[in-house]
């Protein structure tokens, strides 16, 4: 299930985007898979080991990683992962 882009192409739109809000990655462990699609793009906050266990290395996201941190969240072949606002 991919997410669909709004009318500006923004994807995951809504107060969970709005600029300078503080961020959380949230991950839905019964669907994680452990394809480590986010390690690849975010190995600075998800590591995915041998039996494919994925670990959230910082679950609060700062501002200038947000950008990193969503497009891991939109690699997830199975959408186990969100960023929401606190």
Same mark, same amino acid.
């Given at each position: 299930?991919?997410?669909? &882009? +709004?009318?500006?192409?923004?994807?995951?739109?809504?107060?969970?985007?709005?600029?300078?809000?503080?961020?959380?990655?949230?991950? +839905?462990?019964?669907? #994680?898979?452990?394809?480590?699609? #986010?390690? /690849?793009? /975010?190995?600075?906050?998800?590591?995915? +080991?041998?039996?494919?266990?994925?670990?959230?290395?910082?679950?609060?996201?700062?501002?200038? +990683?947000?950008?990193?941190?969503? /497009?891991?969240?939109?690699?997830? &072949?199975?959408?186990?992962?969100?960023?929401?606002?606190?």
């Amino acid at each position: 299930m991919r997410r669909s &882009p +709004d009318s500006e192409g923004r994807i995951g739109t809504g107060p969970a985007r709005r600029r300078g809000s503080p961020m959380r990655i949230e991950v +839905d462990r019964n669907r #994680c898979e452990g394809h480590a699609m #986010c390690e /690849a793009v /975010a190995p600075e906050f998800f590591s995915v +080991d041998d039996e494919g266990e994925l670990t959230v290395k910082a679950e609060e996201v700062p501002e200038p +990683d947000k950008a990193a941190v969503h /497009a891991a969240v939109l690699s997830c &072949p199975v959408t186990a992962l969100k960023l929401s606002s606190r």
